[in-house]
Every structure is written in structure tokens, then in C-alpha cells.
């Protein structure tokens, strides 16, 4: 595995389809994109103005393509932030170099340029090795073992784990700014020649609180607790999620993101054509499967978004009334609240609101009915301020029809 600067001269395809499929999002902190959007959404730190985040993405699109170098990077782009007012000085710096205000330096273009080379070379190499867990089952943590190493990181290094142990989900680099480690895949007849061998995760993953930006906020992460030392290992603030394990499913999340905002009734057929593609819905299920396995009380205020109303639903409410953005929500408060009447849908939940046996309308409330191997649902969607969210989730039963409008599909026969 070469290091990250052997890694620049590269030109890997899967790193280049997930770097340029990344969206942008003006922000003025990382800390304000969802976690799984911040795996595969392009979002710079304290840049607003939208054609920056455009001149930045187009550089590292074609320094991926090119194999650029960091001096040729920087020379090229500098030029264009310089004459677009987005350098200056003035500006105060935390412990990992990152700017905390609206301009940019130019020493910031180094932690820009390798953090996203290195978890779009991550991802890349994240898929390829899914694509050998048949001969190479076997994942082993690599650390750079220098004086810049991180301690933590240097804790890892040699451990193995099995491909589909949870541990990866949570430490598979890059795991910080400027991180330097790789995982490499094994064969048994590798592990069997090991001094250590193979470790497991299992019961040494515990749920920690985070600082989380500059203002005190805590959330809550995932940690391994050593079992050697005693000690507890978690990636910096905002790397906690493996960029390659869930970029496609990020990729939804951003298409969702976009679509609280678009016109309602285009939101509405990009969102579902966007969807109907089986591989990002399957991508989607299993996130949201693992997102809502994961939640517990500190878990309030999360979501995640999960679909949109068809186009004919949508037309259908915009006749009766001012538009309502078409995008679904799952608040995490209503995954707690429906532990057991939703575990059988939250596997498959995208795809039951991408195509609800029917759609209802009482009051100012949807229902979306769901069936599967006779196992009828009841979704209960209510207005929010940016769509709708899932209010409630239970068996269904014709009392659900009762003064209620059928606005698409059949009802369900009732034993």
C-alpha cells in the first residue's frame, strides 16, 4: 500500500467517481453537515460563497485526474481564491490547523487538498477490498510509526480484524486530519503466520461523548476500548464513519438534502427516479438499518431522510392547498418511540415509501401503507418545516381507511 504522497500520482477510478460525485454544501463549519453526508459531501470549512466551494472542487477534481501535486495544487488555485478576496490573514487557528473564520489561508490548502486525496483514495480502496473478503478476509490496521504519529493511531497499528467486524465502521481511515493509516487486506495463511492473529471487537465497543466544534457541543461516538491498555480510541471529531462504507448512501442523503429546498414538484420526480435505482436504495435500507440499531436516548435531535411523496401525491396536495417539500423524515425520537412496531420496516423503509401500497390523507396527516409477506403497516406522516416527518408507525387495520381520502394505490384486504 503506498503512503499518501505515492497515492497523489495515482489515478484510481473508484477515488475519482467518489470525489466528484460529492455535492456541495456553503457551510461555515464542518460541524454543521449530518455525519453520514459528511463522508461524501465536498464541504470546506469557513468558505459561504458557493462558486469557492466550485473553484476548489474543480482543482481537486483535476488534480485527482492529473495526479497534481500539493505545490501544483496550491499554485494553481491560489491565484483564483487570492482574486476572489477568499485569502487574508487575521485568522485564529485550532490545534489541528483548521481557520476559524471566513477566509482562507494558504497553508489551510494543505489539510484541504490531503484529507480529501486521502478518503477519496480511502473509499476507493475500501470498495476494492469488499470486492476480495472471499480471499483476503483479513484486515490489518497500518500506522505510520514516526514522531507525528498519533498516539492512538500508533495503538492500532498491527491489530487485525476480521473484514466484518464492527470496529471497521468506526476506525477504518482516514480517522483524523492529515491521518496517514491504511488498512491492508490478509489471507488466512498471512494471519496464521502472525504473532498476535485475529482480534474481535465485540465488547470492547462503547458509546462515548465527543466534543464536537468550538462551541462545547458534545455527541455521541463510537469507541474501542483497548483491551490491552484500558484505553479508549475514537477517531477525531467528524471522521468517526468509515468515507467508504457509506458514501453511497450518503449520496442519497445529500440528493434528500437538496430536495427540502427545490421546487416541491421537481424535488419530488428527481428524487424517486434517483431512487428507483436499486443499488443506492439497497445502500440506503442497510445505513438506515444500522443508524436506527445504533440510537438510544442521547441519540434526540438525529434523523435521517428516507424518501419523498410521489409526484401524483404531490400534485394532489398542492391542489389543496400552499406547496409542502415532498421528502420524508425519520426523527430518531420516533424510532425509540416504535421499537416494535417498526422492526420489521426499518430494514426496508426506503423502499416501502418509494412504493407504498397506498397513500391516505385525514385531516392534515398522510398514512402510508406497507405490506410484505402479509405483514401490513401503517407509516403516519405530519407536517413539518421542511416536508414531512414519521409520526408514528403501527399494524395496520381498517380503522386506518376511516374518513380518509385514498390519494394513490389500494387498500389492503383485512382479515
Known amino acids: ?40 459531501q465536498f464541504a470546506v470549512a469557513g468558505i459561504t460563497k458557493l462558486d469557492v466551494l466550485n473553484d476548489i472542487h474543480q482543482g481537486l477534481a483535476e488534480a485527482l485526474k492529473n495526479g497534481t501535486t500539493l505545490s501544483q495544487f496550491q499554485d494553481e488555485l491560489e491565484p483564483t481564491l487570492r482574486r476572489k478576496g477568499w485569502l487574508g490573514g487575521g485568522l485564529v487557528a485550532n490545534d489541528d490547523g483548521e481557520l476559524l473564520g471566513k477566509q482562507l489561508m494558504p497553508y489551510r490548502l494543505e489539510t484541504i487538498f490531503r484529507t480529501n486525496v486521502q478518503s477519496a483514495y480511502a473509499a ?41 467486524d464492527p470496529i471497521w465502521q468506526t476506525l477504518f481511515p482516514p480517522n483524523g486530519y492529515n491521518c496517514r493509516c491504511y488498512v491492508r487486506a490478509l489471507t488466512q495463511a498471512q494471519v496464521d503466520a502472525h504473532p498476535v492473529g485475529v482480534e474481535s471487537s465485540e465488547g470492547w465497543l462503547v458509546t462515548v461523548q465527543q466534543p464536537y466544534g468550538t462551541d462545547g457541543e458534545m455527541r455521541p461516538v463510537k469507541a474501542f ?48 427516479e434517483t431512487l428507483s435505482n436499486n443499488r443506492l436504495a439497497s445502500a440506503m435500507n442497510r445505513d438506515l438499518h444500522q443508524w436506527t440499531q445504533g440510537l438510544d436516548e442521547h441519540h434526540a435531535g438525529d434523523f435521517r431522510r428516507i424518501g419523498a411523496l410521489s409526484p401524483r401525491v404531490q400534485s ?63 407509516v403516519v406522516l405530519a407536517r413539518c418545516g421542511d416536508g414531512w416527518q414519521v409520526a408514528g408507525i403501527h399494524p395496520w387495520t381498517s380503522d386506518d381507511a376511516a374518513n380518509a381520502e385514498i390519494l394513490d394505490g389500494q387498500l389492503p384486504e383485512v382479515s
Open 316 to 378: 394532489l396536495l398542492q391542489a389543496d392547498g400552499a406547496p409542502v417539500a415532498p421528502v420524508i423524515t425519520l426523527p430518531a425520537e420516533t424510532v425509540l418511540a416504535c421499537r416494535e412496531p417498526g422492526a420489521s420496516l426499518w430494514p426496508r423503509l426506503v423502499s416501502a415509501m418509494l412504493y407504498p401500497l397506498a397513500v391516505l390523507l385525514r385531516d392534515d396527516r398522510l398514512c402510508l401503507l406497507t405490506q410484505e409477506n402479509g405483514d401490513a403497516r401503517a
Open 124 to 164: 476507493g480502496r475500501y470498495r476494492w477490498m469488499i470486492s476480495t473478503v472471499k480471499e483476503r478476509p483479513y484486515w490489518q490496521y497500518i500506522a505510520v510509526m514516526d514522531d507525528r504519529t498519533r498516539p492512538a493511531h500508533a495503538a492500532l497499528n498491527g491489530r487485525i480484524f476480521r473484514w466484518d
Open 225 to 272: 476500548r483497548d483491551p490491552k491498555s484500558g484505553q479508549l480510541l475514537t477517531p477525531d471529531a467528524g471522521f468517526h464513519l468509515n468515507a467508504g462504507h457509506s458514501y453511497l448512501a450518503g449520496l442519497g442523503q445529500t440528493l434528500l438534502e437538496k430536495g427540502t429546498t427545490a421546487a416541491p414538484e421537481l424535488a419530488s420526480v428527481a428524487v424517486r
Open 1 to 40: 500500500m503506498p503512503d499518501l504522497n505515492a497515492a497523489l500520482t495515482l489515478s484510481p477510478d473508484a477515488a475519482i467517481a467518489y470525489f466528484t460525485a460529492k455535492g456541495f454544501t456553503p457551510t461555515q463549519g464542518w460541524k454543521d453537515l449530518q455525519d453520514d453526508v459528511h463522508a461524501v
